[in-house]
């Protein structure tokens, strides 16, 4: 089992920047990968970026098209915690952010972050 537990929604002007949190209960060096996924009030949950996590050589960060060049995906290894960089908010943006781990074939989820971005 793997309880990830989010943090640092809110909100925040269009052109703001947030950063969401989610961390771990065990080593990220055990999970195959991690990403973060929203979705937004009357749509299906997206992918909005993925990053590897185990320790294996190769792979590489990936990010939804409408979030290219604004989120960056990063984790720290000490901590057991991924993060997401949010840059340039726009309303669009609004949406419950869901952390992902998948590990042993399995995905799990956190309990999401509400972020609303305001126009």
């Known amino acids: 089992q793997v309880q990830l537990v989010e943090s640092g929604g809110g909100l925040v002007q269009a052109g703001g920047s947030l950063t969401l949190s989610c961390a771990a209960s065990i080593n990220i060096f055990s999970i195959n990968s991690m990403g973060w996924y929203r979705q937004a009030p009357g749509k299906q949950r997206e992918l909005v970026a993925t990053i590897p996590t185990a320790i294996t050589i190769g792979g590489r960060t990936n990010y939804a098209d409408s979030v290219k060049g604004r989120f960056t995906i990063s984790k720290d290894n000490a901590k057991d915690t991924v993060y997401l960089r949010m840059n340039s908010l726009e309303p669009e943006d609004t949406a419950v952010y869901y952390c992902?781990?998948?590990?042993?074939?399995?995905?799990?989820w956190g309990q999401g972050t509400q972020v609303t971005v305001s126009s």
């Open positions: 992902n781990a998948n590990y042993n074939m399995r995905s799990f």
